[in-house]
């Protein structure tokens, strides 16, 4: 089955340390997208990828940083730099960026202590 | 930037009740909205979604969502509620634009969590 993958489901890290998520789909979409999701405040953009080895910031790209080096692949780190980092993270992707609705990951919730 | 309003954090009907959740937007050019569903720990599924043509728009269980212009909504209703339908519901709005665009992403709104009782 077509889908989009995120693992580990759940990450525990001690502050002060670097932390990559994982995802991936297997849709061929060109377009992939984090978003952070914390209680009552929706999802909020993080990264996202037009194109393989392109990218852009979104809303909320401060202590985040992302890669695209396959089609299938946009891992997000969460560096140290970022004060708050735990939350749910969620990975989407769409065919193209434009007006395609996104399909999502199962999320990743990172706590940090 | 867009910005999408959805009117009431949490909504609660008995089961087999009408189930109405309000979303409202901003957008300067023709949206594309949509409506998702999200399950506790889980990621989001699209409900429904609007582009151009009809306005009044079916999704799966059951849902529905019509858009007016005038009144810049695209509220989300369901005739009678079903306790599986308890999850939070997430209106977003996407606005025009196409390839190496930076328009077209999805603004989302924060969000309703609906609880259904028996």
């Known amino acids: 089955d077509g889908g989009i993958t995120q693992s580990p489901k759940y990450l525990f890290r001690k502050e002060g340390q670097n932390v990559t998520l994982s995802c991936e789909q297997n849709?061929?979409?060109?377009?992939m997208y984090w978003y952070r999701q914390d209680p009552g405040q929706g999802l909020r953009l993080i990264y996202y990828?037009?194109?393989?080895?392109?990218?852009q910031k979104g809303d909320i790209a401060e202590g985040y940083s992302v890669s695209r080096e396959k089609k299938e692949s946009f891992p997000l780190t969460v560096t140290s730099a970022q004060k708050n980092p735990t939350a749910f993270y969620l990975c989407?992707?769409?065919?193209?960026?434009?007006?395609?609705?996104?399909?999502f990951g199962p999320g990743t919730r990172l706590t940090v202590t | 930037a867009q910005s999408v309003t959805q009117l009431g954090s949490h909504v609660s009907v008995s089961e087999g009740a009408l189930v109405l959740l309000r979303c409202n937007y901003s957008?300067?050019?023709?949206?594309?909205l949509f409506w998702y569903v999200q399950y506790p720990n889980q990621g989001l599924q699209l409900l429904l979604k609007?582009?151009?043509?009809?306005?009044l728009v079916k999704g799966i269980n059951g849902f529905e969502a019509e858009f007016k212009k005038s009144e810049t909504s695209f509220h989300l209703t369901k005739p009678s509620a079903h306790m599986s339908d308890a999850a939070e519901y997430f209106c977003?709005?996407?606005?025009?634009?196409?390839?190496?665009?930076?328009?077209?992403?999805?603004?989302f709104g924060r969000g309703t969590q609906l609880t259904v009782w028996p």
């Open positions: 849709l061929n979409h060109d377009a």
């Open positions: 609007y582009t151009t043509g009809a306005t």
């Open positions: 989407a992707s769409s065919i193209r960026q434009g007006n395609h609705e996104q399909y």
């Open positions: 977003a709005v996407s606005e025009g634009g196409g390839r190496g665009s930076t328009l077209g992403r999805l603004y």
């Open positions: 957008s300067s050019v023709p949206p594309y």
């Open positions: 990828s037009q194109i393989v080895n392109d990218f």
